[in-house]
């Protein structure tokens, strides 16, 4: 059973930086595209990011610049660094097991840039 278990969400003031996790299980970690997407309220899910086994990584217009997206695969790890944060970027992020953002994911983590 594929479980993903995100954390490192909070609030933020907007500029302010975050650096959400992930950890995987019960999946080829090593082997599989892991994507970062998000929520926000009353909106539909979002592809944020997404990073492949050999490390090549891919981001939104909206976070370009602003995100870094890693792994670790020797801890099945994920990652996420946002800086610079917007009241746009609030939301609610999972991880996914797939290049899109539409693969399998955790509970998520949330995220909210307010003063």
């Known amino acids: 059973e594929v479980q993903l278990v995100e954390s490192g969400g909070g609030l933020v003031q907007p500029g302010g930086s975050l650096t959400l996790s992930c950890v995987a299980s019960?999946?080829?970690?090593?082997?599989?595209?892991m994507s970062w997407a998000r929520q926000a309220p009353g909106k539909g899910l979002e592809w944020v990011a997404h990073?492949?086994?050999?490390?090549?990584?891919a981001y939104a217009p909206v976070v370009r610049g602003r995100a870094t997206i890693s792994r670790n695969n020797a801890f099945n790890k994920l990652y996420l660094r946002l800086n610079n944060l917007k009241t746009e970027d609030t939301g609610m992020y999972f991880c996914?097991?797939?290049?899109?953002?539409?693969?399998?994911r955790g509970q998520g983590t949330q995220v909210t840039v307010s003063t």
């Open positions: 996914t097991n797939d290049r899109l953002g539409l693969g399998q």
């Open positions: 019960g999946l080829n970690f090593e082997s599989t595209t």
């Open positions: 990073i492949t086994p050999e490390q090549s990584a």
